[in-house]
């Protein structure tokens, strides 16, 4: 197996064990869901909140739509919750945030697209190196 195959194959069990993980730690009880909470969880697949500046600037951006921190899972995951009742200012928002986003940063496919834009000008200049000289 390549190491390309080893490294999508590694990426998608840590995805499989991220979601088992996720469900194991997100039971909600009766009592969270009658009181008429939302949930979600916001990834960065960058680890953006080990930087605590850059984990205040995402949950002052999340409060703004009226998401507050519930927990850190880790440097790439966060779980936020806010009163269903908090949907009536959705439209009304400025601050251009989707109040969904599940998302910060770079997504997957974004990372992708990034390393192989990359991958292309390394292979140009190699190749344009090997032409002219």
Known sequence: MSGAHVAVH????????EALEEELM?????????QNWEFKILRSQTNAFKNLTTLANVLEEE???????????DNGRVRLRRPISARQKDATLFTGIDPYRTQYGLSEG??????????????????????FF
């Not at 590694?10 to 064990?17: L, P, T």
């Not at 409060?63 to 899972?73: D, P, Q």
């Not at 990372?111 to 032409?131: K, M, N, T």
């Open 10 to 17: 590694a990426a998608i069990q840590r995805k499989r064990e």
């Open 26 to 34: 997100t039971k909600y009880t009766r009592e969270d869901l009658s």
């Open 63 to 73: 409060a703004a739509a009226g998401w507050e921190l519930l927990e850190k899972f």
């Open 110 to 131: 974004g990372i992708a697209a990034v390393a192989l834009g990359g991958a292309a000008v390394i292979g140009l200049i190699v190749a344009a190196i090997v032409f």
